[in-house]
T-cell receptor, first 111, second 117 residues
Framework: GESVGLHLPTLSVQEGDNSIINCAYS??????FIWYKQESGKGPQFIID?????DKRQGQRVTVLLNKTVKHLSLQIAATQPGDSAVYFC??????????FGGGTRLMVKP | GAVVSQHPSRVICKSGTSVKIECRSL??????MFWYRQFPKKSLMLMAT?????????EQGVEKDKFLINHASLTLSTLTVTSAHPEDSSFYIC?????????????FGPGTRLTVL
């Protein structure tokens, strides 16, 4: 759902460290989840996805974990780089390609 | 990968005017396109589902007479903000799943920044 307040939650990490961004989703019937990266003034960019029959999926430097019991999704970024600085959204697909986006987290990478 | 474009990328208009935003799938066909609105520091909120050859489906709270959607072909959907007001200023983003493509895969456009003075 939509974030509360004026500012997105912010995660600040040192370059080279690992980042973990969390997301709670709302619909227990959702069967497909996606993480998107959005840079300022641009559209969302697909990062990684996971289906509900899995609890972990790895990509290049990114890992998504799904905990259906508590309806929680996380994105792990290994060796975070300055280019990873952006806002990250999780999205759940629960019916007919319709996506519901989470509130978003701003990742800031300090050099 | 598949590409979705939007035009214009940025528009500034006076209050009371109408603005048309185009969403095109450049190298694939899309029977369905989605329109989102994103306010500053907020998440994307689905406004409507655009269906080729039929009426759009609007989310609750979105005025269909204010946000006119036309999906005239398999590669083009347009969103017209009629009688725009400053509160309509936002970032409008479209997305499209590729017809016959991998299920659940959506391709997002780069967004259109609308500023109503």
């Amino acid at each position: 759902g939509e974030s509360v307040g004026l500012h997105l939650p912010t995660l600040s990490v040192q370059e080279g460290d690992n980042s973990i961004i969390n997301c709670a989703y709302s619909n227990s019937a959702s069967d497909y989840f996606i993480w998107y990266k959005q840079e300022s003034g641009k559209g969302p960019q697909f990062i990684i996805d996971i289906r509900s029959n899995m609890d972990k999926r790895q990509g290049q430097r990114v890992t998504v974990l799904l905990n259906k019991t508590v309806k929680h999704l996380s994105l792990q970024i290994a060796a975070t780089q300055p280019g990873d600085s952006a806002v990250y959204f999780c999205a759940e697909n629960n019916a007919g390609n319709m996506l519901t986006f989470g509130g978003g987290t701003r990742l800031m990478v300090k050099p | 990968g598949a590409v979705v474009s939007q035009h214009p990328s940025r528009v500034i208009c006076k209050s009371g005017t109408s603005v048309k935003i185009e969403c095109r799938s450049l190298d694939f066909q899309a029977t369905t396109m989605f329109w989102y609105r994103q306010f500053p520091k907020k998440s994307l909120m689905l406004m409507a589902t655009s269906n080729e050859g039929s009426k759009a489906t609007y989310e609750q709270g979105v005025e269909k007479d204010k946000f006119l959607i036309n999906h005239a072909s398999l590669t083009l959907s347009t969103l017209t903000v009629t009688s725009a007001h400053p509160e309509d200023s936002s970032f409008y983003i479209c997305s499209a799943p590729q017809a016959g493509g991998p299920p659940d895969t959506q391709y997002f456009g780069p967004g259109t920044r609308l500023t109503v003075l």
